[in-house]
């Protein structure tokens, strides 16, 4: 496939994404478990927002933030695996000048945003667990709302910059990005300047982003142990302990795959391409299927709500014969 060389500016009409180097041969196998895997993070996610939306119990501040969970997970799932899938199955390789920007802004404002809505989710569990008694005078539904709106524009005006000062760059020759979807710093990579003030703002917004909702939610747990430890009754500490296991297994999700994408991207010179590359799939596709899942088997409340969607469901067609 041959690309445009370039346009009148200094950027390439369109580039062209490999998707998993090494693994040519097998395309169009390794397609179907991503198709199932995006398949389950969107009819997962949908199903979560449809139950909060239509059972008025669950307009809680936990479950309204699963809810802006399950948009992020959409957006962010939704922004990569189309065309990935593309790609495998179709040999679509080429992208667009500005889709591939556009790509990159959602990816990484969307990521931005998925990590604030886990630091205000562990915000929600302290302030339940520590203070229930005036848990929904301090969580109220404005005080929710702020606080998505504040993680909101935190990723969009942290992630501005990237395309910003990427437009502005000149491009090498070289039009390919060789993995499955455009990424800052392969991106990055193409351009023929000098890259330091890019690679140093990425860095500052990596560590200021996801540093400073780790650090958010370290204290929050440190906070909610002492609490619980305190309880007199074990069941007490065992309920308190379930409430929190959920959303623990949310963040494992979301920042394992990403430290090691992150991580490799810079520093792992050695780890195998193929190895850099499936982690970095699994970081935009494993966290939006994996939470659904997670929320919808441990949440009694979500849990009961589709049970009796699926009996409501079943005893209507039922009644049709």
């Not at 090494?22 to 993070?41: Q, T």
């Not at 969107?42 to 809680?60: A, F, P, S």
């Not at 998505?148 to 990005?177: D, E, K, Q, T, Y």
């Not at 305190?230 to 920042?255: D, M, N």
Request: charged share 10%.
């Amino acid at each position: 496939m041959m690309l445009s060389l370039r346009n009148s500016s200094s950027h390439p009409v369109s580039f062209l994404l490999l998707g998993i180097p090494g693994l040519e041969n097998s395309h169009f196998w390794i397609a179907f478990p991503f198709c199932v895997m995006y398949a389950v993070a969107v009819v997962g996610n949908i199903i979560v927002l449809h139950v909060i939306r239509t059972d008025h119990t669950l307009h809680q501040p936990m479950y309204l933030f699963l809810a802006m969970l399950a948009i992020t997970d959409l957006v962010l799932s939704s922004s990569t695996q189309p065309k990935m899938l593309a790609i495998l199955w179709f040999h679509a390789h080429e992208i667009e000048y500005h889709a591939c920007l556009i790509q990159v802004f959602f990816i990484h404002a969307f990521s931005s945003v998925e990590s604030g809505v886990l630091m205000a989710m562990a915000l929600d569990r302290y302030v339940a667990i520590c203070f229930p008694l005036r848990h929904s005078t301090i969580l109220t539904p404005s005080v929710v709302g702020r606080l998505g709106a504040a993680v909101m524009i935190r990723g969009v005006l942290w992630v501005s910059p990237f395309c910003i000062m990427i437009s502005r760059m000149p491009f090498c020759f070289n039009r390919v990005i060789p993995q499955s979807y455009c990424e800052h710093m392969a991106v990055l990579k193409l351009v023929c300047a000098d890259t330091t003030v890019n690679r140093g703002y990425g860095l500052f917004v990596a560590f200021s982003v996801a540093g400073f909702d780790m650090i958010v939610i370290s204290i929050s747990y440190v906070m909610i142990l002492r609490a619980v430890l305190r309880l007199p009754s074990g069941e007490a500490r065992l309920k308190a302990f379930g409430t929190c296991a959920s959303h623990i297994c949310v963040i494992l999700a979301l920042y394992i795959p990403a430290l090691f994408s992150f991580l490799t991207h810079r520093f792992g010179h050695h780890v195998p391409r193929v190895v850099h590359i499936m982690f970095a799939n699994l970081y935009v596709l494993a966290p939006p299927m994996l939470n659904p899942i997670i929320y919808g088997v441990r949440t009694k409340q979500i849990r009961d709500r589709v049970w009796f969607l699926l009996l409501q469901k079943e005893q209507m067609e039922q009644k049709k014969y």
